[in-house]
């Protein structure tokens, strides 16, 4: 049975906090990428009792940058006036979509692309999403735009791994399906989430290095063990870290 791989796209693939820092940095004059003085968003914006929450109250901010909650509807607003801009993002790592693409052609994974992106002025977000992906050298993407729990996608879709930079995401695939969860973090390691590898989710540093791993385990050799404990094996987990 081929690997069957979900890879986020912002934060994994795909460099969304360069291009949001550029925007919010244009729109309100400020280096938003250092520590704010504390104000509180009710200071900032109080909010009014039956307030509708909008479409972009669910777009996580880059972690990178801190904005009050009223920044923070402005930038996605604004975000949603440009044409395209989806489709303008470059890769965090260039040239890894096109390796993953010829990785699994080669190993015959069936790949998909998981994404919480909002709509913006042009294509709707799926479409730019694939538009990007075919440009950077993956043909015929699947992309699904998603709003729940990536768990209950990946037991929906009976994935084997999912890729994320998330560890909100990592924790719902492990809570939610049989899925190994890899999250990709950049920061230091001392800031990983305590309960990561307790409960059975492996980090690498970068996406290059969650290839060579899947490409290891995706080549069985004698009485090696199954694919799935041979992926805990080189994250350095056991087997048994579950929920």
């Not at 538009?131 to 993407?141: I, S, V, Y």
Request: charged share 30%.
């Amino acid at each position: 049975m081929p690997l069957r791989i979900a890879f986020d796209l912002d934060g994994v693939l795909a460099d969304m906090d360069t291009e949001l820092v550029r925007h919010a940095e244009a729109l309100f004059g400020e280096p938003m990428t250092r520590k704010l003085e504390e104000r509180t968003a009710d200071a900032e914006d109080p909010a009014k009792p039956g307030d509708a929450k909008t479409a972009v109250d669910d777009v996580p901010v880059s972690t990178r940058l801190h904005m009050t909650a009223r920044q923070t509807r402005r930038l996605w607003q604004h975000v949603g006036s440009i044409n395209g801009f989806w489709e303008g993002l470059k890769e965090i790592e260039p040239g890894t979509v096109a390796r993953l693409a010829a990785v699994a052609a080669d190993r015959r994974w069936e790949v998909i692309f998981l994404t919480k992106r909002p709509d913006t002025v042009g294509a709707i977000a799926q479409v730019q999403s694939q538009r990007w992906l075919e440009a950077k050298g993956f043909a015929l993407p699947s992309v699904y735009v998603v709003q729940g729990s990536r768990g209950l996608i990946a037991a929906a879709l009976h994935l084997d791994i999912v890729v994320d930079d998330r560890p909100e995401n990592c924790l719902d695939v492990v809570v939610d399906s049989k899925a190994r969860a890899i999250l990709v973090w950049r920061d230091d390691e001392k800031n990983l989430p305590a309960t990561a590898r307790r409960l059975g989710i492996g980090a690498v540093k970068t996406v290059a290095e969650c290839l060579d791993i899947l490409t290891k385990v995706d080549s069985p050799e004698g009485d090696q063990p199954g694919i799935m404990a041979r992926v805990m094996k080189l994250l350095g987990l056991n087997e048994t870290a579950r929920v």
